[in-house]
């Protein structure tokens, strides 16, 4: 049986300082629910990386991103499905973020990410931060 493959556009969203990311909770009912995340969302099809981001970033965060930094990709493969993380970062954006579907956002300085309960598929993001 071949796994489902999902794409997802996923921001890295810095605040003013650049020393601090945004992160929200994986809600009750999704996968991976209790961890935290870089927002963002799944791909549809036929839609461009960088829209979905956009896209995505409005619908969850209430933000107006502009020209979102295309940084690198991550495939995963968790046992019940692969997903491809196409990674921006966000430092351009209109509107204070809030979480429109019930998410808990958190700000949290970069040094401080390595205690935070992250998915697995994004260690590589964390590992990332931690260098800059």
């Not at 429109?100 to 994004?122: K, M, R, S, T, Y």
Request: glycine share 6%; proline share 5%; with cysteine.
């Amino acid at each position: 049986m071949t796994k489902k493959h999902v794409y997802v556009a996923v921001g890295i969203i810095f605040d003013a300082s650049k020393e601090k990311v945004l992160i929200a909770q994986r809600q009750r009912g999704q996968h991976l629910a209790g961890k935290w995340e870089f927002p963002g969302g799944k791909i549809d099809p036929g839609e461009e990386n960088t829209e979905a981001l956009i896209r995505e970033l409005h619908e969850e965060l209430g933000i107006d991103v502009n020209v979102p930094e295309f940084l690198f990709d991550i495939d995963f493969e968790y046992p019940e499905k692969c997903v491809t993380l196409h990674i921006f970062r966000v430092e351009d954006f209109k509107n204070a973020p809030v979480g429109c579907e019930g998410q808990v956002l958190q700000w949290v300085h970069l040094n401080a990410l390595e205690h935070i309960d992250f998915p697995e598929a994004n260690s590589q993001i964390v590992r990332y931060l931690l260098d800059l």
